[in-house]
């Protein structure tokens, strides 16, 4: 095999399509009344590194005067990238935002989702984003 650095241009990367799924059945079209679906993109590693580390925080180290340790918010990291991958519909949109009341994206997408709609949403995200579920981490580690 040629080593040949033209494929890793960006111009020859082959683009990943955006990935359209019903994130819940409530959501209905008015004309068709078919479930409205979701479009989900994927996004680069630097994005996701940024949004992970939106989402640590510096803590206290109980009963360590002084001391303070890293946590990472888990919830915060899947709504960050739910909502940063999330083309349609527009979270940002104010007049969504709105009608539930809401200000922001990240608590917009999680008051619209019921709790399973939510982690089932998060799951398919992750996964457009070549990230394995675990159900195929468990299987792979068996084999």
């Not at 590194?49 to 360590?64: E, F, H, I, N, Q």
Request: proline share 4%; with cysteine; charged share 20%.
């Amino acid at each position: 095999m040629a080593k040949n650095l033209t494929a890793f241009l960006a111009q020859n990367a082959k683009k990943i399509d955006n990935v359209t799924f019903i994130a819940s059945d409530r959501f209905v079209d008015p004309d068709t009344g078919e479930a409205m679906p979701w479009e989900i993109c994927c996004i680069t590693a630097a994005e996701n590194a940024g949004l992970r580390k939106a989402c640590m925080r510096t803590v206290p180290v109980p009963g360590r005067k002084g001391q303070f340790t890293q946590d990472f918010d888990a919830n915060a990291y899947l709504a960050k990238v739910a909502v940063r991958c999330t083309v349609f519909p527009n979270l940002n949109d104010a007049e969504l935002q709105q009608s539930y009341g809401v200000m922001g994206a990240e608590q917009l997408i999680t008051t619209m989702l019921t709790p399973a709609e939510f982690e089932d949403y998060s799951t398919k995200v992750l996964q457009v984003n070549g990230f394995q579920s675990g159900d195929e981490m468990v299987e792979e580690a068996k084999n």
